[in-house]
């Protein structure tokens, strides 16, 4: 009797499933054959974060006002900041993202108001060792320098004419990189 009910379950089971390819014969596969095909990612997605340059010079359009290091929610970012003696212009020394934390918030790129970190649609970076995941800035600025981008349209203010006597103009993100070094120095 159980033969007979087990062999009745399975040809039920069987008609399922023939009912289920059936239905899904005439309509468009949704597959890819990866890796020979890929999706094309939309433009704002957030996948591997990526330091842009200027196409013009091919300079790295980062001027290491650490923003983007404090408003990190889970500290992936590293920046050692540095100072150019002739023209006195800040610039990272070492610019490394830990891709093994980042949770890919886009915060970095909200923040940076110098068009120099960017989340991309690029999506393959598995690797055999963990190690691997930080990226240093020159592969930052390797894996960026086929990224577009929109400069960021920046808010025109009018200044007020320096009065005399008053201290030079403070570079932007001055500011947040001194209060940055103080905490470190207190810490
Ligand atoms: S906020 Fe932008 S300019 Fe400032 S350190 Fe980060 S990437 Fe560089
Ligand atoms: S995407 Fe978010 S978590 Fe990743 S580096 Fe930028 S701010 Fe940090």
């Given at each position: 009797m159980n033969a007979i009910k087990a062999t009745i379950k399975g040809f039920w089971n069987l008609l399922v499933g023939l009912q289920t390819t059936a239905k899904h014969l005439p309509r468009r596969a949704v597959?890819?054959?990866?890796p020979d095909e890929r999706w094309t990612m939309p433009e704002r997605s957030r996948g591997v974060v990526v330091l842009l340059s200027d196409?013009?010079?091919?300079?790295?359009?980062?001027?290491?006002?650490l923003v983007c290091v404090k408003q990190c929610p889970v500290n992936a970012i590293y920046v050692d900041q540095a100072k150019d003696?002739?023209?006195?212009k800040r610039y990272p020394a070492e610019f490394r993202i830990?891709?093994?934390?980042?949770?890919?918030?886009g915060i970095c790129e909200e923040v940076?108001?110098?068009?120099a970190i960017k989340l991309t649609?690029?999506?393959?970076?598995?690797?055999?060792?963990?190690?691997?995941?930080?990226?240093d800035k020159a592969r930052l600025q390797e894996i960026g320098r086929d990224v577009k981008y929109e400069p960021k349209k920046k808010k025109k203010t009018e200044k007020p004419a320096p009065k005399s006597g008053s201290p030079a103009e403070t570079e932007p993100g001055t500011e947040i990189s001194n209060r940055h070094n103080s905490e470190e120095a207190q810490s």
């Open positions: 597959t890819l054959q990866y196409p013009e010079t091919g300079e790295l359009n980062c001027n290491a006002c003696p002739e023209t006195d830990d891709n093994t934390i980042c949770c890919f918030c940076c108001n110098f068009d649609g690029k999506y393959e970076f598995a690797v055999f060792n963990k190690e691997e995941l930080i990226y």
